[in-house]
């Protein structure tokens, strides 16, 4: 079955520095996302790309955040400056099919960024 | 705003015992409502939605009504399995939108 691939999985950064974090979506998908999830709190919706350009994005996606499709395959977020409570799980996704079918979703495993 | 609330965990049950994880939402309009899984070391995965009131969303044994009166989607499985130790995700989306909106995850497990 087709998987959404994210690498890595967990990456440790100090506070300050510019982290990437990258995500390879099913291969005919067109939809892609980002997700966070802070420990023991919500996952949280950052940010949706399509046809190559930012489709909506929540508060939580300032300018410190950008999204990239650089390649065609891979979908990358990068932080520029990370921060203490930039530490999360980050969860990549993709989808085929046209909204509001958000049932279509398929969810990458997840990449957890801790900030030192 | 919308928002979903489920129950804190963990829930710790023995195989074979009956499994109900609440969950109630808020949103305006009919959004549509979903139940998520997350195994060890896995990506997220549909468990089973509904997109109406009065609907039930079913898969692998798991079942949830989409209630409007009570705005709950509370998920339940009659006999549980130690392979069903995982966390959970109730979300919504309400309709013309493409996010999703998650509750904090509830998680299971079951011993043997």
């Known amino acids: 079955e087709p998987e959404v691939t994210q690498t890595p999985s967990h990456q440790v950064t100090q506070m300050g520095q510019e982290v990437i974090l990258r995500c390879v979506p099913i291969s005919n998908h067109l939809y892609f996302y980002w997700y966070r999830q802070i420990l023991g709190q919500k996952v949280e919706f950052l940010v949706s790309f399509y046809n190559n350009e930012i489709s909506e994005k929540s508060e939580i996606f300032d300018d410190q955040f950008s999204v990239e499709r650089p390649d065609g395959s891979n979908f990358t977020l990068k932080i520029r400056s990370t921060k203490l409570e930039d530490s999360a799980m980050y969860f990549c996704?993709?989808?085929?099919?046209?909204?509001?079918?958000?049932?279509?979703?398929?969810f990458g495993s997840g990449t957890r960024l801790t900030v030192v | 705003g919308n928002s979903v609330t489920q129950m804190e965990g963990p829930v710790t049950l023995s195989e074979e015992a009956f499994l109900t994880i609440n969950c109630t939402y808020t949103a305006t309009g009919y959004p549509s409502l979903f139940w998520y899984v997350q195994y060890p070391g896995e990506g997220l995965q549909l468990l089973l939605k509904?997109?109406?009131?009065?609907d039930k969303g079913s898969n692998k044994g798991f079942e949830a009504t989409y209630r409007k009166e009570t705005t709950s989607f509370h998920l339940e499985k009659g006999s549980v399995q130690v392979s069903d130790s995982a966390v959970y995700f109730c979300a919504l989306s309400d309709r013309g939108t493409d996010k999703l909106i998650f509750g904090t995850g509830t998680r299971l497990q079951v011993f043997p």
């Open positions: 509904a997109t109406k009131a009065d």
């Open positions: 996704a993709s989808k085929g099919g046209l909204p509001p079918t958000n049932y279509g979703y398929t």
